[in-house]
């Protein structure tokens, strides 16, 4: 089973093991959360050209042993046999890697992000129905782009007053319930505001 966590990836070094449509989406996806991106991979999807100022491309096949500096691994080429040579090299080195042809037997499930307004919220089906994964995102993405952007510094400036106050500890929990309640109920006046309009 695979646990559900948020993963610190700023400077992280990733591998990107093919340089088609999947190995492109993943690249975009690491390099939206500030990791640094090498790419192996002897042809490239043309769109490539839109971020090769901020990847690093070696233009050839993967060799064994190329993983062994990497933090996390993408393997997402069009050839089954290399794909599985990879994951059991990592799975040697006891390095995180991505399988796009084989989510069963992947260490990491690369999920539906949504990042708006400070919010990130990740989704996914375990490769079981992709299309309901984006109907999902669709109604995350659209309830949270419908929030004030600096919701989320108000709320965490008034938790900081309401923690640092000498009121009990029960009394600050519902202090806190009462801060996000407010704010959800103002979201719903506006939201609803619009609809009228």
């Given at each position: 089973?695979?646990?559900p966590i948020h993963?610190?990836?700023?400077?992280k070094?990733?591998l990107?093991v093919?340089g088609?449509?999947?190995?492109?989406k993943r690249c975009?996806?690491?390099l939206?959360f500030?990791?640094?991106?090498?790419v192996?991979?002897?042809?490239?999807?043309?769109?490539?050209?839109n971020?090769d100022?901020?990847v690093?491309f070696?233009?050839?096949?993967?060799?064994k042993?190329d993983?062994?500096?990497?933090?996390?691994?993408?393997?997402?080429?069009?050839?089954s046999e290399?794909?599985?040579?990879v994951?059991?090299?990592?799975r040697?080195?006891?390095?995180?890697?991505?399988?796009?042809?084989n989510?069963?037997?992947?260490s990491v499930?690369?999920?539906?992000?949504?990042s708006?307004n400070?919010?990130?919220?990740?989704?996914?089906t375990?490769?079981a129905?992709p299309?309901l994964t984006?109907?999902?995102l669709?109604?995350?993405?659209?309830?949270i782009?419908?929030?004030?952007?600096d919701?989320?510094?108000?709320l965490?400036a008034e938790?900081?007053?309401?923690l640092?106050?000498?009121?009990k500890?029960a009394?600050?929990?519902?202090?806190l319930k009462q801060?996000?309640?407010d704010?959800?109920n103002?979201?719903?006046?506006?939201n609803?505001?619009k609809?009228?309009?």
């Amino acid at each position: 089973m695979h646990l559900p966590i948020h993963v610190n990836f700023e400077d992280k070094q990733c591998l990107v093991v093919g340089g088609g449509k999947i190995g492109l989406k993943r690249c975009q996806k690491l390099l939206d959360f500030g990791a640094k991106v090498t790419v192996i991979s002897p042809e490239l999807k043309e769109k490539f050209k839109n971020i090769d100022n901020k990847v690093t491309f070696v233009k050839r096949e993967y060799r064994k042993g190329d993983l062994s500096d990497f933090f996390f691994v993408v393997i997402a080429t069009d050839n089954s046999e290399v794909n599985q040579a990879v994951a059991a090299e990592a799975r040697e080195a006891a390095i995180l890697y991505n399988l796009a042809d084989n989510p069963d037997k992947e260490s990491v499930i690369m999920p539906g992000i949504v990042s708006e307004n400070g919010f990130v919220a990740s989704i996914t089906t375990g490769g079981a129905s992709p299309i309901l994964t984006k109907n999902l995102l669709k109604e995350i993405k659209a309830l949270i782009t419908g929030m004030d952007a600096d919701i989320l510094k108000k709320l965490s400036a008034e938790r900081e007053q309401i923690l640092a106050s000498d009121v009990k500890s029960a009394k600050k929990k519902k202090l806190l319930k009462q801060s996000v309640a407010d704010a959800l109920n103002n979201l719903k006046g506006k939201n609803g505001k619009k609809k009228k309009h």
